[in-house]
């Protein structure tokens, strides 16, 4: 259902299938759960194998953007799939979100950031 990867700078999560109603629940816990974690500062969810997502599923991505705004953690999805980013579009979440193409893109604004220190 998830898979995590714990990078020294970053945490990705990725889903699969649907995030929707009937598992919002779960997936905001696991979302929530990476942004607090002290292990990183940005988490990047990758949409890659999400194949829908419903209204809760939106509020738990939501939810975990609001905390990491809270904890001042960066938090991105990419790989998002053309009839998935539509809702983004349609919400005007698509201006609240970081939405990065894939990883690499996501991954290539992390060097940048760390070498401008």
């Avoid at 995590?4 to 995030?19: K, M, W």
């Avoid at 705004?69 to 809702?87: D, G, H, M, W, Y």
Wanted: net charge neutral; proline share 2%.
């Amino acid at each position: 259902m998830r898979n995590a990867i714990v990078d020294s700078q970053f945490t990705i999560i990725a889903p699969s299938g649907h995030i929707n109603a009937a598992n919002a629940g779960l997936w905001q816990h696991h979302f929530q759960e990476a942004v607090a974690s002290a292990t990183t500062s940005a988490l990047l969810v990758d949409m890659q194998r999400v194949e829908y997502l419903d209204s809760a599923g939106l509020m738990a991505l939501v939810s975990a953007l609001s905390l990491s705004k809270t904890l001042r953690r960066r938090f991105s999805i990419c790989s998002v799939a053309p009839q998935i980013r539509i809702i983004f579009e349609l919400t005007k979440l698509d201006e609240a979100f970081e939405i990065f193409e894939n990883r690499t893109a996501f991954a290539a604004t992390v060097k940048d950031l760390l070498s401008s220190y």
